[in-house]
């Protein structure tokens, strides 16, 4: 089953997030006992603001497709993986941020539901494997596995090397104009989850029913995306980063929303429809 376990909680409070980052994100500027301010309020401005929207909308896909897939042992092992590690390096990041010392700040709480969905997903499934089928599809070598590998660049790249969001690539403007230690902790944070999202990507077997909320997720986090960025650049088009992440992720999102490489899992004999 897909609804109406761990996976659908961590959805829900996912979402609580994501309505807290799109409408709320002043929020993340104060201080809510007993947790201090995530981000100082000198480092708000067109750059982070965008991040922001940047991470509600990686999380809403996350959240979409914990709660959109039949987890099962082999399904849920990479995704969970990319959980693990997201949720470890969100957490380790902001110790080192705090100096070594153990702050209560939102991140930690963030990086807790992205821990317990992995966990659920990775060591306690839901759902049995499904049986394997002359239609059944490897899910390594379709376009949902191209647009993952694109997005664990991206993730490598926000993690070992920041520094090429400050520069001028090419055709591309530098994303951020000016490094602040807040910029560099959502950076790092939104790497995170494109690892994530990559590795849920390619770990699933899409089919037309487990593709649809994965699928309308990033259409929504991509279309945010690229919003923002539009909005953050005065309503004037500048080739960015950004916009990279967000073709990535919707063209993710039409494959498996649209064209996904499986046809849908048979119920087993004997259950109800």
């Not at 949902?144 to 694109?150: H, I, N, V």
Request: aromatic residues 14%; positive net charge.
């Amino acid at each position: 089953m897909g609804h109406g376990n761990l996976s659908d909680l961590v959805f829900l409070l996912l979402v609580g997030v994501v309505v807290q980052w799109f409408g709320f994100s002043e929020t993340l500027f104060e201080d809510h006992a007993p947790f201090k301010a995530q981000f100082d309020t000198k480092s708000k401005g067109p750059g982070m603001d965008a991040s922001i929207k940047l991470g509600g909308g990686l999380l809403l896909m996350i959240a979409l497709t914990l709660s959109g897939v039949k987890w099962n042992p082999i399904n849920g092992k990479m995704s969970g993986f990319g959980g693990f590690i997201g949720a470890a390096y969100i957490a380790f990041s902001q110790f080192k941020a705090d100096s070594d010392v153990f702050v209560p700040r939102l991140f930690y709480v963030y990086a807790a539901v992205l821990l317990l969905g992995a966990l659920h997903i990775m060591v306690f499934p839901s759902n049995p494997v499904p049986e394997k089928t002359p239609d059944t599809k490897n899910n390594h070598g379709n376009f949902s596995d191209l647009f993952a590998l694109g997005l664990i660049a991206s993730a490598a790249l926000g993690v070992f090397y920041p520094e090429h969001l400050f520069q001028d690539v090419g055709p591309l403007k530098a994303q951020f104009a000016t490094k602040s230690a807040d910029l560099d902790a959502m950076i790092k944070f939104n790497s995170c989850l494109l690892l994530t999202i990559g590795l849920m990507l390619s770990s699933v077997k899409w089919n037309p029913i487990n593709g649809k909320m994965a699928g309308l997720g990033g259409f929504i986090a991509a279309g945010y995306t690229a919003f923002s960025s539009f909005k953050a650049d005065g309503d004037v088009f500048v080739p960015r980063v950004f916009y990279i992440y967000a073709a990535l992720i919707f063209l993710g999102a039409v494959h498996i929303f649209l064209f996904p490489s499986n046809k849908a899992a048979k119920k087993p004999e004997g259950k109800k429809a």
